[in-house]
């Protein structure tokens, strides 16, 4: 071993117990001595990241051996630097303390040269290979979070693509509300915000317009004012978003599934309760959304869209603390305030790529001195960059990869892998059935040399294979983010991106359309398609008999207010559960929006009221011990008889109004007395 492997600091009041121990280890080690604890500290301090071993004296004056651990224990420096005591006091009490303070082992004087040998060396191994780990730790986490900003800015370019809007949008909102976040947490505790806190609210905060991959284009992109059903229509998002995340088994209890929860449905709610889709007032709305919301609007503001040109950022900062922009948290536009300064100079240099391998070292670092139990906060942070990765690739429904260079490897996403029928990861991918029959070799080289012709300011690809997927070849566009390092030279280091097929298009049409037709809460079908399907049926000339059967919940509301958001929906979709477990597959059962519902259907005989009265026995069975009212009317039709949906609907809705005005809970069958009642009330 060259004496450059590793320094070793020798802290004993006795010249000749120092003397022994260098001639013991000098061949082996640079020696630093010091003859008291005040020394060892201010060598510590001056050679932090040059200590590979303390060798400690525990009886010592100015200050001794305890002492000195304490101030290692104090600085973090025992967490990287081995301390072994070296002492004649061999008492339990000494030893005890020593390993209670940090002391990695014990050597007593007089010394053996043999086992101090053995012990220093063993000692200064087991650290090497801690700092081997470390570094690997530090690698590994370096590697994640370049992937965690690397999937913000793939979502950005998914919801450029779908929403006409810059693809920066989503990165301005991250960084928006991180810094906005991070003063509120300097100016105030009120919110009890974490550092993790934190990481994950600006993460989710990129899945706050998910829902619009739900709204029709021709209104997503409309460059004119919205009409009010329009921007009806254009307000569901919020709602359709929440319901994606909500809608992902078993990853309702994850941090970022409930966050993003949050931000999705509530990043449109305003302070003073005058926002959508809950009208929430004040801290009703979780300081995820608010944060987000704001950041929001900003970008909106300062961003260039269909519609208008961008705002200067003093003018929308004006604006917003104007109050001409909706209300918001007096604490947040005091954080606006503080930071706008510096909002204009970050978001200004933000871009694709804008990350450097210095910011995210310096979150690196970060994490790792945010508390002792670094690999339990790895464990997190890796699982829960997994979770993100596994909900885009099962929303997307695509072959997704990763290509990365050393070593070379291909690695597909779960659902890629099973669709190709080839494992999760392929080391050498060009030899590899990947490389070979997937693609051919001739296409696979193409697509690595136009993925080594891009450069970092032009990073995307866009290409068409002929791909074999299974035996059956498609014609598929091949869509990358190429990698480059930072060096000055920059280095080809692979890319991430998806494998689509080209007749996808049709299915996305066809997925539109189903989306179009039902209600994404309960699955059932919305009232316009609903009435189109009902109008059919009416319009047959075969004399078949039909009700039309109007509800709603009398207490949806009290199952919001009493028991939260994410209760009333659960509540609609047991509901809805229901419908479709007592209603046959010819019968039509609608949900017309909040907690209105129809069905329609066919009977035989004389009466429909048994199947009626089943009917609304089953829906009104309590749903997780919270009682279940509804107020429901009934009109009955002969197909053919010249009967209108419109008029139907209204004589149902009468009859429901009916039962609400005289107890609820009940239904009621329209008859005369009603039609005379509302002539009445008319009058």
């Not at 390993?99 to 014990?106: I, P, S």
């Not at 994950?200 to 905060?205: E, K, P, V």
């Not at 991959?213 to 229509?233: A, D, M, Q, V």
């Not at 996808?504 to 009435?531: F, I, P």
Request: charged share 30%; with cysteine.
């Amino acid at each position: 071993m060259s004496k450059n492997s590793g320094t070793i600091l020798i802290v004993d009041d006795s010249e000749l117990n120092r003397a022994l121990l260098v001639d013991m280890l000098g061949d082996d080690f640079e020696i630093i001595e010091a003859e008291n604890g005040e020394q060892a500290v201010s060598v510590l301090l001056d050679n932090e990241y040059k200590i590979s071993l303390v060798l400690l004296d525990i009886v010592m004056p100015v200050m001794d051996g305890f002492d000195v651990l304490a101030v290692m224990n104090k600085n973090g420096w025992i967490k990287s630097i081995p301390v072994i005591m070296i002492s004649a006091e061999t008492g339990s009490s000494y030893i005890d303390r020593a390993y209670d303070l940090g002391a990695v082992d014990y050597i007593s004087r007089p010394f053996d040269e043999r086992t101090v040998k053995h012990r220093v060396m063993s000692n200064y191994m087991l650290m090497l290979k801690q700092h081997e780990m470390a570094d690997m730790l530090t690698d590994q986490i370096f590697a994640k979070e370049k992937d965690n900003r690397l999937m913000i800015e793939i979502l950005s370019h998914i919801v450029e693509f779908r929403n006409g809007e810059s693809g920066l949008h989503v990165l301005h909102v991250n960084a928006f509300t991180e810094h906005v976040l991070k003063r509120l947490m300097q100016i105030t505790d009120k919110y009890k915000l974490t550092d993790d806190d934190l990481h994950i609210i600006c993460n989710a905060s990129a899945l706050h317009d998910i829902g619009k991959i739900t709204i029709p284009s021709e209104i997503l992109n409309k460059p004119g004012r919205f009409t009010k059903e329009e921007f009806e229509i254009m307000k569901r998002h919020t709602i359709e978003g929440a319901n994606m995340l909500n809608a992902i088994p078993f990853r309702g209890n994850e941090a970022l599934i409930k966050i993003g929860y949050q931000i999705c449905r509530w990043h449109h709610e305003r302070y003073d309760g005058h926002g959508y889709p809950d009208g929430l007032v004040g801290d009703d709305i979780p300081i995820a959304a608010q944060a987000v919301a704001l950041a929001d609007v900003y970008d909106a503001l300062t961003s260039e869209r269909v519609y208008k040109a961008a705002i200067p950022h003093d003018e929308a900062v004006r604006m917003i603390l104007n109050g001409e922009c909706g209300a918001f948290n007096p604490l947040l536009l005091q954080c606006l305030t503080d930071i706008a300064d510096t909002l204009k100079k970050e978001l200004n240099v933000i871009s694709f790529g804008h990350a450097t391998d210095k910011d995210i070292m310096s979150t690196v670092e970060r994490t790792l001195k945010g508390g002792p139990d670094v690999s339990s906060r790895t464990i997190k942070l890796l699982e829960h960059e997994r979770i993100k990765y596994k909900f885009l690739s099962d929303l997307s429904q695509e072959i997704l990869f990763e290509y990365v260079t050393e070593p070379e490897a291909m690695i597909l996403s779960e659902f890629g892998a099973e669709l190709l029928g080839l494992p999760e990861k392929i080391i050498n991918p060009a030899e590899s059935d990947f490389g070979t029959k997937v693609f051919t070799r001739d296409d696979y080289e193409s697509f690595l040399e136009k993925m080594m012709s891009t450069t970092p300011e032009k990073p995307m690809l866009s290409e068409r294979y002929m791909v074999n997927i299974k035996g059956d070849k498609k014609w598929c566009k091949v869509v990358a983010k190429v990698m480059w390092s930072d060096d000055e030279a920059p280095v080809f280091e692979g890319a991430v991106g998806k494998i689509v097929d080209v007749n996808e298009e049709t299915a996305e049409m066809r997925h539109l359309e189903l989306l179009a037709n039902h209600d994404s809460c309960t699955g059932l079908l919305n009232h316009n398609a609903a009435k189109r399907q009902i109008q059919k049926c009416l319009a047959d000339a075969s004399g078949r008999k039909y009700a039309l059967v109007f509800f709603d919940l009398d207490n949806l509301k009290v199952a919001n207010d009493n028991r939260g958001h994410l209760f009333g929906d659960e509540l609609l979709k047991t509901i809805a559960d229901r419908l479709r477990g007592n209603t046959r597959s010819s019968d039509i059962s609608a949900r017309m929006g909040g907690d209105e519902f129809i069905i329609f259907m066919e009977y035989r005989g004389d009466s429909i009221e048994p199947q009626i009265d089943r009917i609304f026995k089953r829906l009104t069975e309590p749903c997780d011990d919270f009682e279940v009212s509804l107020s429901m009317g009934v009109v009955c039709t002969t197909s053919g008889s010249g009967a209108d949906y419109d008029a139907l609907f209204e004589m149902a809705d009468e009859a429901a109004y009916y039962v609400k005005r005289n107890g609820k809970n009940a239904y009621k069958f329209y008859d005369e007395s009603i039609k005379n009642l509302f002539v009445q009330d008319k009058k």
